[in-house]
């Protein structure tokens, strides 16, 4: 399995991802969306290829905070296609996730999961996450 950032050519298999979490009708603005936010200091954008085949994403925003020492990475989206769930790729990504947030200066990772997709709490939970009033915050220290 392989980690890198996304590409502009990686827009058809992104909509297909993210189709597949319940967001229909998003190539007619996918490719503007990832281009701002390849722009975007505080973003990144990455993808899991199986054979050089995207097979997963992750959309990680980085947030200041003026009050607190550490800062915030927000895991915006995540989909494992459906095909590769349950075979360690989000479990790859999550960890790359917590590798860029760590040397980002942040002491946490929230991620916003709707209440319907309770596999993905199942997921979160087996990687260190607790609730936390509407959200999911995993302690990085």
Known sequence: MKIRNVQLSDCDKIVGL????DYPNTSSF???KIRN????PNEILAVAEDQESVVAFISIHFIPQIALEGDFARISYFSVDENYRSKGVGKILEEYCEQVAK???CDRIEVH????REKAHKFYY???YIE???YLIKSLI
């Open 103 to 105: 040397s980002r200066n």
């Open 37 to 40: 936010l390849l722009n975007d």
């Open 18 to 21: 993210i189709t597949q979490l």
């Open 30 to 32: 996918i490719e503007q």
């Open 132 to 134: 936390s009033p509407k």
């Open 113 to 116: 999961c709707h209440s319907r």
């Open 126 to 128: 087996r990687q260190g």
